[in-house]
């Protein structure tokens, strides 16, 4: 969910912004819901946009020099064949990366990181 969190002058007229009204959100649908499919699919748009806007902000910043990254990677893609069981492991490391985070969160010490995980079944591979 979107919460109004103020506006901003862009030429002659303002702009609504926008912010997460929680610190984390997650996707569940009824695959069988069409108004359900495209509101996840919105909601998982505006969630890749704000990862966006964070990776270039940071950037432009110089967050993310060799030195402050320090040799690890910003973004990662992998794409893998994952068994029920496979999944099920996948799913329960991520739910312990969020409590960490969470942890994060509450201390409000260090630096603030944010993480995107989008995790896609997708269709079969097409040999070309």
Known sequence: MLTRAGSRRSGRRDEAIYDLAAASIALGIDPR???MRRAATRSAGVVL???HREIRRALEDGMCSAAAMA???LGR???AWLTDEDLSRVQQRLDQIERDLERGLRRKRGRPYALTVVLVPLGPERKE
Do not use: L, Q
């Open 33 to 35: 819901s069409s108004p």
């Open 49 to 51: 946009r704000m990862a």
């Open 71 to 73: 040799g690890r990677p």
């Open 77 to 79: 893609r992998v794409k």
